[in-house]
């Protein structure tokens, strides 16, 4: 039984169940940060493989930016799908 005032601890009895009390609370915090961390971080994909990307996509992405002009998207479209089974 564990007297406040009395025989309950004494000398290093108070000193270890500090010690003890400020570990488990380092350690509850820890664990807190470590999940919240992992909960907060988007899903890794695997080393190497790219976001699929279909190639009408890639075809729309270049002529937004530019790089190919309507005419060309329109026919390089046409062939895409004809290859397509």
């Known amino acids: 039984m564990l007297f406040w005032y009395g025989d309950g601890m ?3 009895g108070w ?4 010690v003890g009390t400020v570990l488990f609370r380092g350690l509850l915090i ?6 919240l961390r992992t909960m ?3 899903a890794e994909r695997p080393s190497g493989s790219r976001p699929t990307t279909s190639a ?3 075809l729309g992405e270049r002529l937004a ?7 060309e998207f329109r026919r390089r479209l046409t ?3 004809s290859a397509q089974p």
């Open 65 to 71: 930016r530019g790089e190919i002009d309507e005419e």
């Open 79 to 81: 062939a895409l799908r």
């Open 10 to 12: 004494d000398g290093w």
């Open 56 to 58: 009408e996509q890639i």
């Open 15 to 18: 000193f270890a169940m500090s």
């Open 30 to 35: 820890t664990v807190a940060v470590i999940l």
């Open 40 to 42: 907060g971080r988007p």
